[in-house]
């Protein structure tokens, strides 16, 4: 028994340590505690913005046949990790990004609280209509998508660009002057499905080199380790504005866009009509335009 | 607990190192206090933000779009505040608070210590609840451990059981649960249940709550770690038990004891301290495998780290990830050493 009791006061001790180890511990639960209150704070404000703006436009929208996961709510699934589109801020906890700023303003519109719950990208839109309402989160529209989903109308028009450290002289007039390079591109994206398409084709003899995060590939051109960073122009935009001596663009395929959308479960047509009606009212009111430039800062 | 108790009270009688090293703790915890009283003030630290960012702030008050970040870490002996915008152009001004100053935290040594503390708090989960962090690394870890131990045992005795059906189950089960990867368990629990039987993890919890999601992620993860950790334990537990001599088992059965007060009574104490180090090893693996949890929305320390990374493109994140990891590990180390040195008395 007496053993017993050491096993015991040793678990004990384990039990207090950890608890001084959590350290911050209380004040962690304060501080959610706040966090909570400032966010329920914001949305409360917004909710009495939008309620002023709604009697002001007199144009507020019917949402009695939107069906929503939680009343009032807008649940929204978002792969927070890919700026400026959506990133933490510094707190490690508020989601900010052009993604967040579009979907906050959408709810806003609605008269609706947003939620926006950080996903892993694979498997996200297995969460529309589980996990959440719809996603906001950079999202291409494709046709294989469309056969699943429902997107809103786009948002942002983005298109492919070759990225060149700066003092490069090489000229790029097309996908196909990057031959004989080396190229890094983010894992599973339009710029990957692009490159590696013409390389498997035989079109250009280029080395891919595909990277888990968009980071890694301006990293790798940093240190020389490959020639040419292909990516999204708006993704390309923000990474510039950051860093203007350290990159240069060497060129934008401008035939080809791709617009982002977001994307709502199909049967949920009452919710794509909300979210157009929203979006509409942001593009006519200079509200996208503006926010695009806070965001990717190109009208210099 | 009471012999305990009177060990710690009885100083004449403590051995030099032990009292060493409870002195120098005991310093280190006083001077601890005695700085965590000496930082500035949440308000002060807020205060140091330049006119400017003031006027940023109050804007952002009246505004339905925020763009300001107001970050407040404090650490047991230093504090951290940042003001940061957001947007491509971004202004951000840094405040490092420690021994009742605050000091600017722009650039050079300033710069690397606030990024540490920020970091740490990040990843620590300070500020937020049991999904975050350091928390949740522990508690799925230590909970998993645990229920693996339990279940691992009773798998083990299935699987050493003279019942044929039972011991095909038992073994059946420690062969899918090891021979197939963790991560893809996780799915497969998180994913594909919920599909083929029509729920969803969320639903455990109310609508209104902001954060259902991840606490649905969280109980299936919970499952999935549980069930994985049962079948590496289980072999863990039958090792022990077949490494006890045989002669225990046939003098238990010459008094006259059944088998299963020969397991109970005899074997299984016995077994217990051969248990320790591999368990140790085992629950030392699952600290390290939680960072699959970033597949299902949740975010450990690592993955934590990982988005640090991408969004302020700073490398040195790894460092305090590093140290917390060293950390639990030396910790959990510690008692599992303390466990088995108990059990050791019987041989």
Known sequence: MKRLTRVISILG??????????????????????????????????????????????ASYDLSNVKLMSEGKLSVGCEVGYPPFEDFAEDGTTPIGYDVDIITEVARRLGLEVNIINTAWDGIFAGIDNNYDLVCSACTITAERQESMAFSTPYIANYQAVILKAGDTKEIKSFNDLDGMTVAVQKETTSDELISDYKSTGTIDVEVVANEKILSCFTQLDNGEVDAVLVDSTVADGYLAKNPDKYIYAYKDETEAEEFGIAMGLQNTALKEAVDWALAGMEADGYIAETYDYWFGVTE | ????????????????RTMITWVVVLIIIAVCIVLSFLKPSEADMKAMASPEMQEMIKADESSSRKRVTVTYNSLIIVNYCSFSTSGAKEITEKYVGFVGKAFQADEGFGKFAGQMVNYTYRMLGCGENILHGAKLTLFLTTASTLIGVVLGTLLALGKISKNKVLSKFCSGYIFFFRGTPLMIQLFVIYYTLPAVFGFAWRDLFSAADNQAVYKGAFIAALIAYGLNSGAYCAEIVRAAIQSIEKGQHEAAKALGLSYGQTMRLIIIPQSVRRMVPPVCNEFIMMLKDASLVFAISLMDITTISKNIMTSEISYIVFLPALVIYLIITAFFTWIFNAIEKKFSLYE
């Open chain 1, 13 to 58: 001790v384990a039990a207090l340590s950890l608890g001084v180890l959590a350290g911050c511990g209380k004040s962690a639960s304060d501080g959610a505690a706040e966090s909570d209150t400032s966010t329920a704070a914001v949305s409360e404000a917004q909710a009495d913005d939008a309620a002023n703006e709604a009697v002001a436009d007199a």
């Open chain 2, 1 to 16: 607990m009471k012999s305990f108790l009177k060990g710690l009270f009885d100083i004449k009688n403590w051995k030099k």
